[in-house]
Each structure stands twice: as structure tokens, then as C-alpha cells.
């Protein structure tokens, strides 16, 4: 039962940042069958700074984006809800993206709302493709690099599964993250 497997794998809030058990990767040869979807769960984030180095008040969203040579003209993107004032925010929010090429990546941005200009770019994780294909599912934190690739502060806290035959991951499973999850009337 994948529930119960996933019960066994997950470790709950509080573990380190971690990259996948494993580190075997599908060839650059292999073609990913037409429909396949790449699901991601961005569950919850930790530690954000808004735009200043003291300030935690940040109104947080994640935009997920397919990137690679298919999707230059045509990207896919989805944008999760806005948590308001939430330095570590809980979003469980699913999204589907369709590659075409297993050197397809993710890029999960994180930005800040910004109730009256342009929203701040607090900077992003990169997830390729070939790295999850036919691994199940997978949980890990992962690092925000900023721009020039320069780490900056804050985690973001996923579940990956993707091949054919992948389905989305209940996000009912990490209820019990600490903070605050993004209600309806917070969607942007």
C-alpha cells in the first residue's frame, strides 16, 4: 500500500534538507510516453526573508514551471495560493506538469506578494526530470538558491512522482506540518 510505504519513507517537519536516497537518474535516451504527468506537491516552506535580511513578514507563493527545449515558445506554469504573513508556510498545494523530454526540469519559484508593486523574486529550486522518473514517490527539502545561483534563505519542502502511470500525492497525508495552510480566500 503506497500509503503506508510513504508513512515509512516521510520523516515529518523538522528533518534536515536532504537530496534523494538515491542517485540513479533515467538515461538521456529515454523517451517519456505521450500524457505522462509530473506530479508535484509543494507541501510547506521554512525560513523565508522578504526583501530585507530582518524581515520575516513575507506573503509567500510558489510558481511552477516546465522548462526545456519543447516549452522555450509554449511554457507550462501553475501558481500556488499566497499565504499571508507566513515566513513558513504550508501550502499542500498539487500541481501537474506535462515534459515531453527527460531533460525537461521544474523550476519552483518562490515569491513575495507584494500588495502594491511588483512581487519579489526570493529565488527558486530546480528539479530535473530524469532524476524522479519511475521512482515513486519522493519527499525531500531542497535548498532556494537566489539569483547568480547564490543559496539564500528558506527550504522548500516537496513530494515528486512521476512516470507513466503516476498519480498526484494526497496532500491530506501532511496535515499534520506546522503553520498555517493558504485558505481559499487567499489565492491570488
Given amino acids: 500500500d503506497n500509503c503506508k510505504q510513504q508513512s515509512i519513507i516521510f520523516q515529518h517537519h523538522d528533518m534536515a534538507t536532504v537530496t ?9 535516451s529515454v523517451t517519456i510516453p505521450h500524457g505522462t504527468e509530473f506530479h508535484l506537491l509543494v507541501v510547506e516552506a521554512r525560513q523565508l526573508q522578504g526583501g530585507n535580511a530582518a524581515s520575516t513578514l513575507v506573503d509567500p507563493y510558489v510558481v511552477a514551471k516546465l522548462k526545456g527545449l519543447a516549452h522555450l515558445l509554449k511554457s507550462e506554469k501553475q501558481t500556488s495560493p499566497v499565504a499571508f504573513t507566513n515566513a513558513s508556510p504550508v501550502w499542500n498545494w498539487n500541481f501537474i506538469l506535462h515534459p515531453t523530454k527527460i531533460t525537461d526540469r521544474i ?21 530535473p526530470v530524469q532524476e524522479y522518473y519511475n521512482r ?50 487567499q489565492v491570488l
Fill in 20 to 28: 534523494p536516497t538515491t542517485t540513479t537518474t533515467a538515461p538521456s
Fill in 107 to 127: 523550476d519552483v519559484r518562490v515569491y513575495d506578494k507584494d500588495k502594491t508593486g511588483k512581487d519579489l523574486y526570493l529565488g527558486k529550486a530546480i528539479m
Fill in 136 to 185: 515513486g514517490p519522493v519527499e525531500m527539502w531542497l535548498p532556494i538558491y537566489g539569483k547568480g545561483k547564490a543559496r539564500v534563505p528558506g527550504d522548500l519542502r516537496i513530494v515528486i512522482n512521476f512516470g507513466p502511470g503516476a498519480k498526484a500525492v494526497d496532500p491530506t497525508i501532511y496535515n499534520n506540518t506546522v503553520g498555517p495552510t493558504a485558505t481559499p480566500n
